[in-house]
Nanobody, 125 residues
């Protein structure tokens, strides 16, 4: 499985940004797909995900309402729409996938075996 993120950049507070993750190498179905982020000096944290069976989406409570995950099973892509961005949203955003993860582990980064290289999102004041 190969994951490639795109869409990051430098934006201002209050702006919106849409990240994309291209999934290749295996059949898209049967994989949980998720977005995580890691800010400087912080641990990687869960943002949003769909389960292996397609249930969801599931969000980090703190981001629910501003962020929205979606997937395009025809194009094998997962998107993260981010609205009303804040400086604290500045981070490297990663796409992750797993074919074995259970529902209760969706928010745990160690449960994912496949990762993209990340895309930088910087929100200025």
């Amino acid at each position: 499985v190969h994951l490639v993120e795109s869409g990051g950049g430098l934006v201002q507070t209050g702006d919106s940004l849409r990240l994309s993750c291209l999934f290749s190498g295996r059949t898209f179905s049967g994989y949980a797909v998720a977005w995580f982020r890691q800010a400087p000096g912080h641990e990687r944290e869960f943002v949003a995900a769909f389960s292996r069976t397609g249930t969801g989406p599931y969000y980090a409570d703190s981001l629910k309402g501003r962020f929205s995950i979606s997937k395009d099973s025809v194009k094998n892509m997962v998107h993260l729409q981010m609205n009303s961005l804040l400086p604290e949203d500045t981070a490297v955003y990663y796409c992750a996938a797993s074919s074995t993860i259970i529902l209760s582990s969706l928010r745990r980064q160690e449960s994912y075996g496949f990762w993209g290289q990340g895309t930088q999102v910087t929100v200025s004041t």
